[in-house]
């Protein structure tokens, strides 16, 4: 099964994400697969394949990492394309209890790797995916898109889920398999 751990936003950001998706999906674009509002989240570790069996031995150890952290503040920057140059991302960037994330990507890491589990070890970055852009965009999307006002409120992100990931060629359906309140 192919597996990753994410933070849920909380209700109010949420709300704002899909209004904000809303917007985005409106203004005059081609090719970007969008995320479905259902599958918005802040992803903190990709696991990857995982073979079922070790399903608890993984769950177990995600319920002790949690144990460690409080629930990170978190605040809308405002949307961003990345990379700079030739974009293929759309996506909300955040800022705020940075070095408790980084943390728990690291050592969430590295007890995966004790347990025999590779993870990707990409290094953290503090965003949700709003779209995977196929093509090159106007430079008129890439400004509207960049002046969206997205509300800068710092909210509590307190809720850790592990997904298992479905690929289909709608795109990916995500299952929470368990979730986790942080302190």
């Given at each position: 099964m192919?597996?990753?751990?994410?933070?849920?936003?909380?209700?109010e950001t949420?709300?704002?994400?899909?209004?904000?998706?809303?917007?985005?999906?409106?203004?005059?674009?081609?090719?970007?697969?969008?995320?479905?509002p259902e599958n918005l989240h802040l992803t903190v570790n990709f696991i990857g394949e995982v073979a079922e069996h070790r399903?608890?031995?993984?769950?177990?150890?995600?319920?002790?990492?949690?144990?460690r952290f409080t629930a990170p503040s978190l605040r809308a920057e405002g949307i961003e394309l990345f990379p700079h140059?030739?974009?293929r991302l759309i996506w909300l960037k955040l800022s705020g209890d940075d070095?408790?994330?980084?943390?728990?990507?690291?050592?969430?890491?590295?007890?995966?790797?004790a347990l025999g589990i590779e993870?990707?070890?990409?290094?953290?970055?503090l965003h949700v995916t709003l779209g995977r852009i196929k093509s090159q965009q106007s430079a008129d999307f890439?400004?509207?898109?960049?002046?969206?006002?997205f509300p800068e409120e710092e909210r509590?992100?307190?809720?850790?889920?592990?997904?298992?990931s479905i690929l289909h060629p709608s795109g990916p359906k995500y299952e929470i398999i368990e979730q986790y309140d942080l302190k």
């Amino acid at each position: 099964m192919r597996l990753f751990v994410a933070l849920e936003a909380p209700t109010e950001t949420l709300t704002k994400l899909q209004d904000a998706l809303m917007y985005l999906q409106g203004l005059k674009h081609k090719d970007i697969n969008w995320v479905k509002p259902e599958n918005l989240h802040l992803t903190v570790n990709f696991i990857g394949e995982v073979a079922e069996h070790r399903l608890p031995e993984l769950k177990a150890l995600l319920a002790r990492q949690v144990q460690r952290f409080t629930a990170p503040s978190l605040r809308a920057e405002g949307i961003e394309l990345f990379p700079h140059r030739f974009p293929r991302l759309i996506w909300l960037k955040l800022s705020g209890d940075d070095e408790v994330l980084k943390t728990l990507n690291r050592q969430t890491l590295s007890s995966l790797r004790a347990l025999g589990i590779e993870a990707d070890a990409k290094s953290l970055k503090l965003h949700v995916t709003l779209g995977r852009i196929k093509s090159q965009q106007s430079a008129d999307f890439e400004r509207a898109a960049m002046m969206y006002s997205f509300p800068e409120e710092e909210r509590v992100w307190g809720t850790l889920s592990l997904y298992r990931s479905i690929l289909h060629p709608s795109g990916p359906k995500y299952e929470i398999i368990e979730q986790y309140d942080l302190k």
